[in-house]
């Protein structure tokens, strides 16, 4: 059974870059047809589709976050990352990775000086 699990600092600072990364266990991050995600969600909103990185390493991004969004692997370590930059406190979430039916547990991060 796939696992996923996030990790990454739960405070950032207005206008830095929020980093997080997604160690996975229990499958491949090459694996056939499997598209990675980061989903989030704000406090009193809904889930919030912010793009994946395919099995082959093709990125697929949110348009509403494309200019501000980066999805990357490393495939030696069977993770894949998140890189969100300029953020504000609009982008304060539980930060998730998925694959399929599988969800990580979720990361709080909070945007604040």
């Known amino acids: 059974q796939v696992q996923l699990q996030e990790s990454g600092p739960g405070l950032v600072k207005p206008s830095q870059t929020l980093s997080l990364t997604c160690t996975v266990s229990g499958g491949s991050i090459t694996t056939d047809y499997y598209a990675w995600s980061w989903i989030r969600q704000p406090p009193g909103k809904g889930l919030e589709w912010m793009g994946a990185i395919a099995y082959d390493g093709i990125t697929y991004y949110s348009p509403s976050l494309k200019s501000r969004t980066s999805i990357s692997r490393d495939t030696s370590k069977n993770q894949f990352s998140l890189q969100l930059s300029s953020v504000t406190p609009e982008d304060t979430a539980v930060y998730y990775c998925?694959?399929?039916?599988?969800w990580g547990q979720g990361t709080q991060v909070t945007v604040s000086s």
């Open positions: 998925n694959v399929w039916a599988y």
